[in-house]
Structure formats: structure tokens, C-alpha cells
């Protein structure tokens, strides 16, 4: 089922020049951040089958992509502009902790490093000489969104405000100093996010080596739990932590599914 979505939402790059947020489908849509997870996609797949043929295959689905957002790169090679394609950020929109919007900002820079550094990875796999532009735009990242006066990433340069988001996705995809400094901060918020951005935000903890803690997160009876969900009668996953967060909240959403992949990648280890 993975290696089938992988490759469709792959081939919608034949038929729309562009890659989509919803594959196979007529419905054209474009959303900044799935797209720039896609190579990570890619790697986990692999590492969960070793299949190289595939990884091949799909090698040029992910340059095609980064290859488009390195068009948006600023002096220092972060994303700046490129909001052409959705930047998603969390939904429902109330999920997303008061998130600052600018023109260069911390989520979508955080998912490019992780789009790069998992090509990266792929091309390390096969064989593939490669230059490492990953390690580079950690740097750029911390230069630009980490405060000197917090130790908090804040939303872009501009802004004082730091969201659970500007903080967690750095954490969970390795580009943070003071590991252990974000994770205490996130603790001390809480997860102000959506059930999407739950498994980023657990993600985060369990890179911290604060295990016993995401476990609490999954087990809690808070307003932001799975459990609330079942006392709602859901019998599969809802798109929203409650019916009530979004007028057309979807009852089957897999996004939903982030305890069962942070139980397996981390927890039963």
C-alpha cells in the first residue's frame, strides 16, 4: 500500500508538471510542506525494504522537487517567497499554536532541510555522488530562527513569537544545538497541534530521549488525545482531535495514526 501511494503521488508530476497533494486524482492541489516530505517517504520506505530498483526509480521525483523549491532559495540558501504552493503549516488552522506567517519562515525551511538531506540519503544509498547541502542549511536555519535571547526557534526573524511548530519540527529532524533545551520547552507547552502534527511533535520528544513522556501523550485523556476521540465513539481516526474543531471534521483520516508509527520506530526499541 505505501510503495503504491509512493508512486502515485510520484506520477502526478507527468500529468501535472507539478507534484500533488492528493494522487490519484483529478483534483488539483498543492501543498509546500507533503511535497517536501515526499524524499523522506521515499527513504523510509526503503529502510524498511531495502528494495534499491525502487529507490531508483523514484530518485527523480524527489530531485524534480527540491530542484523547484532550490528556485526560492535566499543568500543563504533557506526558502524565501515560495509560497506559490500552500504552506499547510497544521490544520484545522486553529491547531497551529499562533503561528507567524512571513515570507521566509521556520516550518517550511525546517521540511526543505529534511527534503535535501533525504535525497541526500538516497543518493548515499546508491551509490551516488552527492554534494551534502543539508549540513549547510542547519547552520543558515539556527542563524536565522534560533534566539539569542530564549534558546527558542522563533515562527522567522522578525517575529518573538515561538510556536510548538517553529520548535518541534527542528527537533525531530535533527537540526537543533540544545536538543535537550527544546524538548523542555515543548513539555512545558504541550501538544498545541494537530493530530497531523502529532507524530512531529512525538517525533521530537523520543529524538530527545524523552520516551516515557511522548507514552504520556499518547495515553492522556486531554481535549488533544486519541482518547478523546473514542469518547466521541470514533472507531477509526478522526481528521481533528473532536468533531466539533472543524465543521466538516473527516471520521477516517490516517493522519491520525501517529501512535502506532512512534510505537514501532520508537518505543518497543
Excluded at 44 to 60: A, C, G, Q, V
Excluded at 140 to 166: M, P, Q, R, W
Aim: hydrophobic content about 35%.
Amino acid at each position: 500500500m505505501l510503495k503504491k501511494a509512493i508512486e502515485d503521488f510520484a506520477s502526478s508530476i507527468e500529468y501535472s508538471n507539478s507534484f500533488l497533494s492528493v494522487a490519484p486524482c483529478s483534483y488539483k492541489q498543492e501543498i509546500a510542506d507533503y511535497s517536501l516530505l515526499f524524499s523522506g517517504m521515499v527513504y523510509k520506505y526503503f529502510t524498511l525494504t531495502k528494495d534499491k530498483s525502487f529507490l531508483e526509480k523514484m530518485l527523480p521525483a524527489c530531485t524534480f522537487i527540491n530542484d523547484y523549491y532550490s528556485s526560492f532559495e535566499d543568500f543563504d540558501g533557506l526558502l524565501k517567497n515560495a509560497d506559490k504552493e500552500w504552506n499547510l503549516v497544521d490544520w484545522p488552522e486553529g491547531a497551529r499554536d499562533n503561528y507567524e506567517f512571513s515570507n521566509k519562515h521556520a516550518v517550511l525551511n525546517a521540511y526543505y532541510i529534511y527534503s535535501l538531506e533525504s535525497e541526500e540519503n538516497i543518493k548515499k544509498a546508491l551509490g551516488i555522488e552527492y554534494i551534502c547541502k543539508s549540513e549547510q542549511l542547519k547552520k543558515s536555519f539556527n542563524n536565522e530562527f534560533l534566539s539569542n535571547e530564549t534558546g527558542l526557534y522563533t515562527d522567522n526573524k522578525e517575529s518573538a513569537h515561538s510556536s510548538v511548530h517553529s520548535n518541534m519540527l527542528p527537533l525531530a529532524f535533527g537540526i537543533c544545538k540544545d536538543e535537550n533545551k527544546i524538548a523542555d520547552y515543548l513539555l512545558r507547552r504541550g501538544m498545541r497541534c494537530s493530530v497531523y502534527m502529532s507524530y512531529f511533535y512525538l517525533k521530537a520528544l523520543c529524538r530527545a530521549e524523552r520516551k516515557e513522556e511522548a507514552l504520556s501523550f499518547i495515553t492522556s485523556s486531554d481535549k488533544n488525545s486519541w482518547l478523546n476521540m473514542i469518547n466521541e465513539g470514533a472507531t477509526t481516526l478522526f481528521e481533528a482531535w473532536g468533531k466539533e474543531e472543524k465543521w466538516n471534521t473527516s471520521l477516517f483520516h490516517p493522519w491520525g495514526a501517529s501512535p502506532l508509527l512512534i510505537y514501532f520506530e520508537e518505543l518497543e526499541k
